[in-house]
Nanobody, 114 residues
Framework: QVQLVESGGGLVQAGGSLRLSCEAS????????VQWYRQRDEKERELVAD???????KYSDAVRGRFTITQDSAKPLVFLQMNNLMPEDTGVYSC????????WGQGTQVTVSS
C-alpha cells in the first residue's frame, strides 16, 4: 500500500519558518486531496490546510496568511511552508492523502519556542 513520509519538522524560535514535506511511496490516484493536520498534547487533531489535485487550497483561520500548501507537479510530493511561526503552532504535523485510499503519515514534530 501507499506509505507517506513527513519531514522538515524541528525546533524554531517564534517568528521563524519551516517547510514540511509529505512524500508518497507511489503516484497518487486520479483524484485526490492532501491534508495537513496538527495535534498539540492531548488536544484534538486540527485540520490546518489541504490541497486538491487541481491545486485548490484551503486553510484554517489559525494559519491563513502564514502557511502555504503546495505540491510538486511531477512527484507525489506536497509541502507546507510555515512562516511567522508562533508557540501556538507547536504540535505533531501529519499528512493525509485521500483518493483511492485514505493514508496517514507518521507525523513530524514542530516546536516553536517563545
Amino acid at each position: 500500500q501507499v506509505q507517506l513520509v513527513e519531514s522538515g519538522g524541528g525546533l524554531v524560535q517564534a517568528g521563524g519558518s519551516l517547510r514540511l514535506s509529505c512524500e508518497a511511496s507511489e503516484s497518487p490516484s486520479e483524484f485526490y486531496v492532501v491534508q495537513w493536520y496538527r495535534q498539540r498534547d492531548e488536544k484534538e487533531r486540527e485540520l490546518v490546510a489541504d490541497i486538491s489535485k487541481w491545486n485548490i487550497t484551503k486553510y484554517s483561520d489559525a494559519v491563513r496568511g502564514r502557511f502555504t500548501i503546495t505540491q510538486d507537479s511531477a512527484k507525489p510530493l506536497v509541502f507546507l511552508q510555515m512562516n511567522n511561526l508562533m508557540p501556538e503552532d507547536t504540535g505533531v504535523y501529519s499528512c493525509r492523502w485521500i483518493g483511492d485510499s485514505d493514508v496517514w503519515g507518521q507525523g513530524t514534530q514542530v516546536t516553536v519556542s517563545s
